[in-house]
């Protein structure tokens, strides 16, 4: 899965080179110059922190900090699965595992003991929360409820607004899709196509209807309703062009 930085300048993706293992790269949109980051090997799912000079990753059962400017990957916390994508704000970091019964889960960025921040709601079939991504206040934040279905494949069962201190959310309707935000606009999934649809972040609610942005975006595990997309803070978006992660354009 391919992140913009902050600023929209740069990206940041899991490349495999067919002489080594996978590893993150550092791209800046203005060069087709690619930069390598020494001790990624193996890397999934990178995310910027808020000032652009470092990366969080996941990697053989931990999450892992490595600073732009230099120097080895830092253990943050243990991670048990897959990390499935993570969001940073401030000195806080949230990301999520793709495993059975997991909620979002909160870790400081220095590092320490992850705690969840959100609780499965098992009478509406949620198995596992993913996608975080923090909104502009620093507490709020975006995260995708999934669930099963009868045939054991993942299935999205709604978009939800979530806090840091409160255990309450809000569902956003009819999205069920990851999501992110950025510009005043809500940017998810409408089938396979990226949307953007206006978004109050403080009031918490959708206006208008949603406008279609590029078509044709891969949609890939986890949950087959992850759509592999990336939105800066200044309304730039990176996505992969295609149908199967095979024969994808960036």
Known sequence: ILSL?????RLAFVGAPKDGPARIYIRSLDSEELQSLPGTEEAQYPFWSPDGNSLAFYVTG???RVELTGGSPRTLCPAPANVAGGTWSGNTILFSLNSPNAPIM??????????PVTELDSKAGESKHFAPFFLPD???FLYLGVGRTSNGTDTATGLYVGSLSSKSRKALQPVGSNAQYAQGHLVFMDGTSVAAQPFDPVRLELAGKPTVIATNVLIGVPALVRGAFSVARNGT??????????TTTL
Do not use: N, Q, W
């Open 138 to 140: 620093g507490d709020h």
């Open 237 to 246: 978006i990176a996505f992969l062009h295609g149908v199967s992660e095979t």
């Open 106 to 115: 909160r870790v400081p960025a220095e590092g320490g003991t992850a705690e």
């Open 62 to 64: 931990f999450l892992r």
């Open 5 to 9: 930085s902050p600023d929209g300048t």
